[in-house]
């Protein structure tokens, strides 16, 4: 048994989302501020369904910072690896309020200094599942150490997982992000995508066999591609494709974080070891009570641990 069952590194940030509805970022008239950051939310949804969570990250020596470990350690995430530096301030991201994909505008200072001595050998040692996104790669000195370390993680025997969530926004160039993702999938991590990051990283709307095939060929095993309202779809490389419907949602509150829940429930039920559609139904699940609530899952998902 392992101390850490998912260690996800990258990203934490001050989430302001949008009170108005449907409205983009210019035409939004207040925000609501939120603990965020994909990996973050993975951490802390993680840590609510009972499992072992630990995050690797780097906040400013601020009120955002504080705000960000007492939101942390209240729900029980492992903050013993995340560095306070005072030179940066907390990142920060004003996000729109919307029920797809959702428009945002990132103010990126401490969260991209995550260095190498964070993530000790030790550590990657008494880790089951090592987690990133494409965020967290899209800038140094990030990028490098993650890199690294997601080496020295896979040779120990972790299980590596990404969240391939693109965005041209944040990276020099597309050129550059297709070489970095290509860099970590050599390690074969769990991948989960959406439609939307696929038709923004390749620039067009592929196939969704050409797009699993693109992963496939970098050395990935399991790629999960979510598609929305119209469900999910997993591939493993020489098995039948799995395709489940989504979890009809009649109004949906808030988009931002779905796709969080979502892998989050998935490598839940992983990390119990159930069968791969199994832990598609409970991504879907939590994804749907996601949908329901704006910023956080509300306080009862530990009852998702039920249906294993």
């Known amino acids: 048994m392992k101390n850490i069952d998912i260690l996800c590194v990258g990203e934490i940030v001050v989430d302001f989302i949008g009170h108005q509805t449907g409205e983009l970022i210019n035409n939004t008239r207040d925000y609501h501020r939120y603990l965020g950051g994909s990996p973050a939310n993975v951490a802390m949804n993680s840590a609510r369904l009972g499992i072992k969570s630990a995050m690797v990250a780097t906040v400013g020596k601020d009120g955002f910072g504080e705000y960000i470990f007492d939101k942390l350690k209240v729900v029980g995430v492992n903050t013993n690896y995340i560095k306070t530096i005072k030179n940066k301030p907390t990142s920060v991201i004003f996000v729109s309020k919307t029920d797809s994909t959702p428009d945002f505008i990132p103010f990126r200072k401490a969260d991209s200094h995550i260095s190498e001595d964070q993530i000790s050998t030790a550590l990657l040692s008494e880790t089951n599942i090592f987690h990133t996104t494409c965020f967290a790669l899209s800038k140094n000195p990030a990028q490098t150490s993650i890199l690294k370390k997601a080496e020295e993680a896979f040779n120990l025997g972790c299980k590596l997982s990404i969240d391939v969530n693109y965005a041209e926004k944040l990276w020099d160039s597309q050129d550059e992000a297709l070489k970095v ?11 989960k995508i959406s439609e939307d990051d696929m038709l923004r990283l390749f620039g067009q709307k592929l196939p969704h066999k050409d797009i699993f095939n693109f992963f496939h060929s970098e050395g990935v095993d399991t790629v999960c591609l979510t598609l929305g309202s119209s469900g999910v779809k997993l591939s493993q490389k020489n098995k039948d494709l ?3 419907p989504a979890i009809h ?3 949906v509150q808030d988009a931002t974080g779905a796709g969080d829940a979502f892998w989050s429930g998935f490598l839940f039920a992983y990390i119990k070891e159930k069968p791969i559609e199994k ?4 991504a879907l699940q939590l994804a749907a009570l996601k949908l329901q609530n704006v910023g956080r899952l509300p306080d009862n998902i530990n009852i ?3 249906l294993l």
């Open 181 to 191: 993702i290509k860099s970590y999938c050599k390690f074969n991590p769990l991948v």
């Open 242 to 244: 799995i395709q489940l």
């Open 249 to 251: 949602i009649d109004v």
């Open 279 to 282: 832990c598609l139904e409970v």
């Open 304 to 306: 998702l641990s039920e």
